[in-house]
């Protein structure tokens, strides 16, 4: 049976024994600063009805401007939107209906010009017109007098020397040469 009681050694609950109480724990004890001495304001004079009246006079110019500022700069932000839904609704209409415009920009467009092209097929027909009958002579025309003709004075010429003969690159014949061009040479 040692055996068992080896086993039973292993497995045997630890016997609980009281905890010690911890330490008391001493209380901080906080530091205490020197009191630094109040500096003492200076007192004000008593303020006088004239000085109490004029600013509370500049108190209301002063709220009354503000407000102004205020109801100017709501205006302005409303126009400034109002102005860019303008602008992008014009945008979106000139999207939308750009094809529509385009197609009534061409009719009309045609149309100019066939009533031009009109205009110069009667303009060509009257002058055909005019040219085919022959003109009403007043008086004959008189005759042509030639004028003696007059050759241009010929200068001799003067030979240039001809230009020195510049030296060419060296190139390859076959580089640079497709295979068909080679085959032409």
Known sequence: MSEVEDIEDIF??????KEPEPEPVPELVAEVEPEKPVKKKKERKPMSEEHRKKLI?????GREK?????????????AKKKKQ????DAL???TLVEPKKKKDDYEKRNEELLKQMEDLKKQMESMQT???????AAEPP????????????????VEAL???PTKKPFVSKTRGMSIWDKLRN
Do not use: F
Request: proline fraction near 16%.
């Open 142 to 157: 008189a005759p042509k007098v030639q004028k003696p003709k007059v050759e241009p004075k010929v200068e001799p010429k």
């Open 12 to 17: 045997e609950k630890p016997k609980l024994t």
């Open 130 to 136: 005019k040219a085919a009958k022959p003109p009403v």
């Open 162 to 164: 001809p230009p020195k």
């Open 57 to 61: 006079e500049n108190l209301k110019k």
């Open 85 to 88: 839904k303008e602008d992008e």
């Open 92 to 94: 979106l209409a000139e």
């Open 66 to 78: 503000s407000i102004e500022s205020r109801k100017r700069n709501k205006l302005l932000k409303e």
